[in-house]
């Protein structure tokens, strides 16, 4: 059974690049048709997809952060990574990473980071 | 981007009834060529991640107890808690994965009255 951890700073500095790690086990980054995905929730509110990398390394990122995301993996660490620049106050959040074997819903989730974007 | 409302945003339920929660998209998320709606449906309780319960707008996951059910078609989709228990109190989400632009309803809170 894959299972997912979230590591990465609890605090960052506003316009500071936000930098998140995801390390997969019981699974391969590699694995065929897996999408590993970043979503994110700001505290009492919904999910916001982030952006998602496929085993093959093609990226898709929501349209409304797509000039500030890098998502990559990282294959012999077995991790996939975010980095989102020029935070803001607003994204504060718990950020979570999760799995979809394509085609499909996110049906593994990693238990979430929180995220303060403060100075 | 597919946008995704839900109704209500919260509701109350006595203990032993039903709790009906609707979800609709802004296109349609039933793909022709295999008639599969690209629908899931989520809970999410304080503190925890989102559990999927329903995927394909009717499947449960495995483990999900017989009281959820969803059902629906095309843009307009429903969750079913037929007879609401104290641990079903949680979020509940709808999400499309029609198109890999992933959408979230905005979630419904379900509460025991």
């Known amino acids: 059974q894959v299972q997912l951890q979230e590591s990465g700073p609890g605090l960052v500095r506003p316009s500071e690049t936000l930098s998140l790690t995801c390390t997969v086990s019981g699974g391969s980054v590699d694995s065929y048709n897996y999408y590993w995905s970043w979503i994110r929730q700001p505290p009492g509110k919904g999910l916001e997809w982030i952006g998602s990398?496929?085993?093959?390394?093609?990226?898709k990122y929501n349209p409304s952060l797509r000039s500030r995301i890098t998502i990559s993996k990282n294959t012999s660490k077995n991790q996939f990574s975010l980095k989102l620049s020029s935070v803001t106050a607003a994204e504060t959040a718990v950020y979570y990473c999760?799995?979809?074997?394509?085609?499909?819903?996110?049906?593994?989730w990693g238990q979430g980071t929180m995220v303060t974007v403060s100075s | 981007d597919i946008v995704m409302t839900q109704s209500p945003d919260s509701l109350a339920v006595s203990l032993g009834e039903r709790a009906t929660i609707n979800c609709k998209s802004s296109?349609?998320?039933?793909?022709?060529?295999?008639?599969?709606?690209?629908l899931a449906w989520y809970q999410q309780k304080p503190g925890q991640p989102p559990k999927l319960l329903i995927s394909?707008?009717?499947t449960r996951e495995s483990g999900v107890p017989d009281r959820f059910s969803g059902s629906g078609s095309g843009t307009d989709f429903t969750l079913t808690i037929s007879s609401l228990q104290a641990e079903d109190v949680a979020v509940y989400y709808c999400h499309q994965y029609y198109s890999t632009l992933f959408t979230f309803g905005p979630g419904t809170k379900v509460d025991i009255k």
């Open positions: 990398i496929y085993n093959s390394g093609s990226t």
């Open positions: 394909w707008a009717s």
């Open positions: 999760a799995s979809v074997l394509y085609p499909g819903a996110f049906d593994i």
């Open positions: 296109q349609s998320v039933l793909y022709s060529s295999n008639n599969k709606n690209y």
